[in-house]
Structure formats: structure tokens, C-alpha cells
């Protein structure tokens, strides 16, 4: 599913540096990726969907060199074929949280909003607890509601890969257990792969395999 090699990247105006020589993942499997504050955990999830480039090297994702595309073709793979739970929601405070959750349905000519998509949002909002603040905006939710929603909008799309940024990082015990039940279920229905970043290590073996970041680390990075 995800082939990396020889990948190099840096921010300008940064000592950052990350390198992974060689790292597979294969479909269907369920990462967990580990490791310290400011190790280049989300830099890789960015790098992964194509949000960065790498300065060297190769980010395969299926049948698609993703480090090798334009800025439109990344985009609109990305928002087809990856759902991403960023570690800052990145909801849209002008849209109410039915229209953030169906936004990836309006901005690619690659996905097609129909009724049925409609009514799998609000049931996946169900599932999720948020049915009742639908019509609401990002600013009227707590921390948790407006992770739940970002986490409905990433999973919409049946996505074969999910990119997900501590997605259970502000929720309680309860709405964490449940939630990361629902995200692993999507991904089983729908045969996608998994890679989470996240800081519960109670949760780490829920998943097939775990990536400490450490090792991927190197040159005068914190
Ligand atoms: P993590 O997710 O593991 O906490 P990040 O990938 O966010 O780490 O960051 C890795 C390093 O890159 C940190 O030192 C951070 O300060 C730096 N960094 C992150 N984003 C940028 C950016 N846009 N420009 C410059 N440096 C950045
Ligand atoms: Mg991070």
C-alpha cells in the first residue's frame, strides 16, 4: 500500500531533518506511529498524503508516486483516496459541521455528492454522538465534538488509507474507546489501511504493528 525509499525532507529555515531509507506498509494493515514531540510524526503523515514533497526520494501510495505528481494531481488524490484526521481538526469555522463533514464532496470533481452520501453522513455523525450538532458551527463545539466531526469528514470517502493525527488525543476514555472502535471498523469494512499517530500506549496493541519514530530520526533534529 505505502512504499517510502531513500526519502529526505527538511523545512526551509529549519535543523530539522528527516530521513527514512527504506519503510512498507502493506493494505490493510493498522500502524501505530510513536514517538516523542517534534520527532516528524505529522511531517511524515503530511508527506504521506502529499501535502509536502520530499526533497529526495520516493512516497508511493498504491499505484500512485504521490512525491512525483503536481500540486492538482496530489490534491485531488488526496482527497479521494486519503482521509486525514489532522491533529488540529482543520474544520472550516464559516461552514456549519454537516458542510465541513461533506466538504471533501465539493472541492474535487472526483467524488460526487448524492443522497446516499447525504444520509451516510448523518448516520456516520450518529454513530459518532454528533448528530445533534449538525447544523451547528466548529466554534459551538468542544474539543472532542469537533474532533468527532473531522473524524466523520475523513471517513466519508471510504478512503483506502487513513492518516490520522492523534485523532483520539481529546477525547475521554469512554468516546476513545469508542471512537477508535468505529475507525477501526471503517477500516475493516472498506479494506483500508491505518496509520495513527498517537500518544496512548494502552491502545497500541489494538494495532498490527508499531513505528517508533526515534529511528527514523537523524541529523540535528531534536
Ligand atoms: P511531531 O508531530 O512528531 O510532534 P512535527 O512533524 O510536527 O513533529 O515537527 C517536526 C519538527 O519540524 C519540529 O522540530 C517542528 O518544530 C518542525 N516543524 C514542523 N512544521 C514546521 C514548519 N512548517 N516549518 C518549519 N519547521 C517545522
Ligand atoms: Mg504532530
Redesign the pocket.
Known amino acids: 500500500m505505502i512504499t517510502i525509499s531513500n526519502l529526505h525532507f527538511h523545512y526551509p529555515n529549519s535543523e530539522f531533518r528527516l530521513t527514512v531509507p527504506e519503510s512498507a506498509v502493506s493494505s490493510g494493515e493498522k500502524i501505530a506511529v510513536v514517538g516523542p514531540?517534534g520527532s516528524g510524526?505529522?511531517t511524515l503523515l503530511n508527506l504521506l498524503a502529499g501535502i509536502l514533497t520530499p526533497d529526495q526520494g520516493k512516497v508511493q501510495v498504491g499505484e500512485v508516486a504521490v512525491s512525483e505528481q503536481g500540486d492538482a494531481g496530489r490534491r485531488d488524490f488526496r482527497i479521494s483516496n486519503i482521509g486525514f484526521i489532522f491533529?488540529d481538526f482543520e474544520l472550516l469555522d464559516y461552514l456549519s459541521i454537516l458542510d465541513n463533514i461533506l466538504h471533501p464532496y465539493r472541492i474535487t470533481g472526483a467524488l460526487q455528492l448524492t443522497g446516499e452520501v447525504r444520509q451516510r453522513a448523518i448516520s456516520l455523525a450518529e454513530e459518532m454522538g454528533i448528530a445533534g450538532h449538525l447544523k451547528k458551527h466548529p466554534d459551538e463545539l468542544s474539543q472532542g465534538e469537533k474532533q468527532r466531526a473531522a473524524i466523520c469528514r475523513a471517513l466519508l470517502p471510504k478512503p483506502d488509507l487513513i492518516l490520522a493525527?492523534?485523532a483520539t488525543g481529546n477525547l475521554d476514555p469512554a468516546n476513545k474507546t469508542r471512537i477508535l472502535d468505529l475507525l477501526f471498523k471503517s477500516v475493516e469494512d472498506h479494506d483500508a489501511t491505518l496509520v495513527a499517530?498517537t500518544h496512548d500506549h494502552e491502545l497500541l496493541p489494538r494495532f498490527d504493528r508499531v513505528i517508533d519514530f526515534q529511528s527514523f530520526q537523524s541529523g540535528d533534529g531534536p
Open positions: 514531540s510524526k505529522t491533529q493525527d492523534e499517530v
